[in-house]
């Protein structure tokens, strides 16, 4: 991708013109929500002006159009992935409720006093605490998969961890803290052997690489829309259809049903099985937006730009003095941590907003993680396809300017 290339690709998202502070703004929290591309912010007003009306069952116009857009969101979102059937993608507001799923409906259903969960030390919180609720409930084992030095899991101590009784093994395709790319084939392939089931959370993921669910191989594999350009409040829980619909729903209400007397209920057939209440109808919208966005552009050349720019930041931290970089994994993706040593990370990101750069401080919500690395918490830069070396070069500037000073 050229540079002329990337600068129209950018231009796309409206919110990275703007000032902050006096300065152009510098947007490195990536990780934690992307910009939107004018694209969605049409998508979604468009829904909005013309088309608002609720889903399914209504006879009239605006009802037909509405349905038409929301399901065919929901084609786009299985081509995406590779999802082999449409009615396995369920729609949730985000990869957090969609593992909460996971863990309530099948997990609260099938796990039994003794029966092992695999989680590994990278985790995000809304992979870990749902398992932490759903084990306490059934008697369910806790594991870990621990770290190597470098920030990469232990593929040999992972091994060593599953056994006959292991039920499920749940972890992150890339690191939100640490930006390590986890090897999902091979932990899928390993579960496999001793008949386990998977589930990836692919927040981090889906914006930075391609995701072939069906290639993985995993049972579950759940994301979130506002990472990948879409709105917030919308997500996706991918689901093998055959597992969808031996679980029971979690929640109840309006859609998920077929046929309701004070006698007993009948559940509706998949993905409306899952699907309680009035949908993020314009969020879906969003979120296909969103995807077409993302697949009409060159995605081999959007992950060698980002492989560049992550280089660049990369080779250009290690020439602060006084910093510190937190983990140096095999292959890595999207968020780099680091800190200066004799700076507060929460000064330090101040400092860095007064000249327009935003990045993330604190834990991450992967407060483990911290714990094993012996830290409270980092200084976050997570990068996506619309930044530029600009962005960097002026991070590794005043992050100088911050080392020289202190």
Not at 214 to 239: E, M, N, R
Not at 307 to 317: E, N, R
Not at 327 to 344: D, K
Request: charged fraction near 15%.
């Amino acid at each position: 991708m050229n540079l002329q290339e990337h600068a129209r690709l950018r231009d796309q998202f409206p919110a990275l013109a703007q000032q902050v502070n006096g300065h152009p703004l510098v947007y490195l929290d990536n990780a934690a929500t992307t910009h939107k591309p004018h694209a969605v912010l049409a998508a979604m007003d468009g829904f909005y002006r013309t088309d608002n009306a609720n889903v399914h069952r209504a006879a009239h116009a605006l009802s037909g159009r509405a349905t038409l857009a929301f399901e065919g969101a929901r084609e786009t979102l299985a081509r995406f992935i590779n999802a082999p059937h449409q009615r396995e993608i369920i729609w949730t507001r985000g990869a957090t409720e969609a593992i909460n799923l996971v863990a309530q409906s099948w997990g609260a259903s099938e796990l039994e006093v003794g029966d092992e969960i695999v989680l590994s030390t990278l985790e995000h919180h809304a992979n870990i605490v749902p398992w932490q609720l759903v084990a306490e409930r059934t008697g369910a084992i806790i594991k870990v998969i621990p770290l190597n030095e470098r920030g990469d899991l232990d593929m040999v101590a992972y091994r060593a961890l599953l056994t006959p009784r292991t039920r499920l093994v749940s972890v992150a395709h890339v690191s939100n803290a640490l930006g390590t790319v986890n090897p999902v084939k091979q932990i899928v392939a390993a579960a496999k052997t001793v008949g386990a089931l998977t589930l990836i959370d692919g927040a981090q993921a889906v914006a930075h690489l391609e995701v072939d669910v069906q290639a993985i191989g995993c049972d579950f594999y759940v994301f979130s829309g506002h990472k990948l350009y879409g709105p917030t409040g919308i997500g996706v829980l991918w689901g093998k259809a055959a597992l969808l619909e031996r679980i029971p729903p979690w929640q109840a209400g309006g859609e998920m049903i077929d046929r309701v007397s004070f006698a007993g209920t009948s559940f509706n057939s998949l993905p409306f099985k899952f699907e309680a209440g009035t949908p993020h109808i314009a969020g879906a919208i969003g979120l296909a937006s969103a995807i077409d966005f993302v697949t009409a552009q060159d995605r081999a050349a959007l992950v060698r730009h980002e492989q560049a720019l992550t280089d660049h930041l990369v080779t250009g931290l290690r020439q602060v003095p006084g910093l510190r970089l937190i983990g140096e994994p095999l292959q890595r993706s999207g968020a780099v941590s680091f800190l200066l040593e004799e700076i507060h990370p929460q000064d330090a990101a101040t400092l860095l907003d007064m000249q327009g750069i935003a990045l993330r401080v604190g834990h991450h919500c992967a407060m483990p993680l911290m714990e094993s690395l012996g830290l409270s918490g980092t200084m976050r830069a997570s990068l996506a396809c619309y930044n530029n070396r600009n962005d960097v070069d002026a991070l590794l500037a005043a992050l100088h300017k911050l080392s020289d000073f202190f």
